[in-house]
C-alpha cells in the first residue's frame, strides 16, 4: 500500500527510503508458494491447470519464493489431501515471509460446505481452516475453483488475504479467473500504481476486470463473481467496488477497507522492495496499515488530533527505514 500523505511527511520518507534502497539484499526467509492442482476431470481442463500452473511457478522463480506443489504427478503414494497436510505441517507457522497457498481446479458446494475437489479426497474449507489455524505468518489463500466463495467465511482472520473466483457456493460452473490471476500475478500491465511490481490486490483486478470483458464480449451472463477479503471481517469484496486500488464501498460500517493489505503482497518484488528484509517489510507494512486506519476516521476526529497521530506515524515509519540504512564507511 502507498498511501497519501502531506508533502513534507512524503519528502522524509522519499529521502530516507532512497538511502536504504542502496543496502544489500537479503536473502534468508524465503516466502513459500504451495500450488495445488486438483482432480481435472477431463483432459481439456488438465492441460489448463498445468498450463496455469506453469505461470505461478515462472513467477516463484523470479520472485525468489520457494515453490511446492501438489496435484501435477504421481510419484508419491500418500493422496493429495494427505500430502497437502503434511506440507503444510512442515511449514514454519511464525515467520515474517508470506505463505502462498494456490487452489486450481474444480470445486464443489453441497448447501452446507464447499470444498476443493482432489485426486482421491477433497480438500473442505473447515479442514483447511483446521490446517491453517497454526499458522500467525502473512498468509494468502487463492481458490480458483468454482463454488469458492464459503471459503472466505471459514477462512477470514487477521493477516490473511483471501481471494475466490466466485461470490458464494452456488456459482458452480468453471471458473475463468483462475487463468487470469494465473497471468496477471507478474503481468506489469497490471501494476495500477506503476510502482515496477504488480500486488495481490492489482493481480486480482485484473483477473477480475479480464473475466467481466469475457461474458460481456460472448453476451454471456456471468457465472462467476471474484471476491478479496483482508481485513478480517469475513465478508469479501468485488473488483467493482474498487476505483483504482481503494475500495470506495464498505460491506460492513466501521470495517477498514479491503484491498490495503492485499496491496503488500507482491509475489515477484520490484528491486528496491527486495532489498527490504521481510521483517523490516512487516513492519513497514504495519505502520501504513495504522496510517491507513487513522486516514478512514479523519471525519471523526479534529484536525489537529489527526495531523498529530499522522506524523507520529509517518515519523516512526521513516526512522525505521532510517535505523537501517546501511551504515557508511
Known amino acids: 500500500m502507498r498511501v497519501v500523505l502531506p508533502a513534507v511527511f512524503l519528502a522524509l520518507f522519499s529521502a530516507v527510503a532512497t538511502v536504504f534502497a542502496s543496502g544489500p539484499t537479503n536473502q534468508t526467509d524465503k516466502a513459500t508458494v504451495l500450488l495445488v492442482v486438483g482432480a481435472p476431470g477431463e483432459e481439456e481442463y488438465a492441460k489448463k491447470f498445468e498450463k496455469w500452473a506453469g505461470l505461478w511457478e515462472k513467477a516463484s522463480r523470479e520472485g525468489g519464493a520457494k515453490y511446492l506443489s501438489i496435484g501435477l504427478s504421481h510419484t508419491n503414494e500418500a493422496t493429495d489431501l494427505e500430502q497437502l497436510k503434511n506440507t503444510l505441517a512442515s511449514e514454519p507457522k511464525e515467520s515474517a515471509s508470506e505463505l502462498w497457498l494456490v487452489l486450481l481446479g474444480h470445486g464443489t458446494f453441497d448447501g452446507k460446505e464447499a470444498k476443493f475437489n482432489l485426486r482421491g479426497p477433497d480438500l473442505s474449507a473447515a479442514v483447511l481452516a483446521e490446517w491453517l489455524q497454526p499458522f500467525r505468518r502473512p498468509l494468502a489463500l487463492i481458490n480458483c475453483a468454482s463454488s469458492s466463495g464459503p471459503f472466505i467465511n471459514r477462512l477470514s482472520a487477521t493477516n490473511r488475504v483471501i481471494v475466490t473466483a466466485t461470490r458464494s457456493g452456488y456459482e458452480q ?63 469479501g469484496t468485488p473488483a467493482d467496488w474498487f476505483s483504482g486500488i481503494r475500495a470506495v464501498r464498505r460491506a ?18 520490484s528491486d528496491q522492495e527486495r532489498k527490504l528484509s521481510p521483517e523490516i517489510r512487516a513492519k513497514r507494512d504495519e505502520l501504513e496499515l495504522a496510517i491507513a486506519r487513522l486516514r478512514d476516521t479523519k471525519s471523526q476526529i479534529k484536525e489537529d488530533d489527526y495531523y498529530e497521530r499522522l506524523e507520529k506515524l509517518v515519523v516512526e515509519l521513516a526512522t525505521l527505514y532510517e535505523e537501517n540504512a546501511p551504515k557508511s564507511k
Not at 252 to 269: F, N, S, T, W, Y
Open 252 to 269: 460492513k460500517e466501521g470495517a477498514l477497507a479491503d484491498g490495503l493489505r492485499a496491496h503488500q503482497l507482491h509475489l515477484v518484488p
Open 173 to 235: 460452473n468453471y471458473a475463468l479467473f483462475g487463468q487470469y490471476i494465473s497471468e496477471a500475478i507478474d503481468d506489469p500491465q497490471a501494476d495500477l500504481d506503476k510502482d515496477g511490481q504488480t500486488s495481490l490486490l492489482e493481480a486480482f483486478l485484473m483477473a477480475s476486470r479480464r473475466v467481466a470483458e469475457f461474458y460481456n464480449t460472448e453476451g454471456l451472463l456471468a457465472t462467476e463473481h471474484a471476491l478479496l477479503e483482508d481485513n478480517g471481517d469475513g465478508l
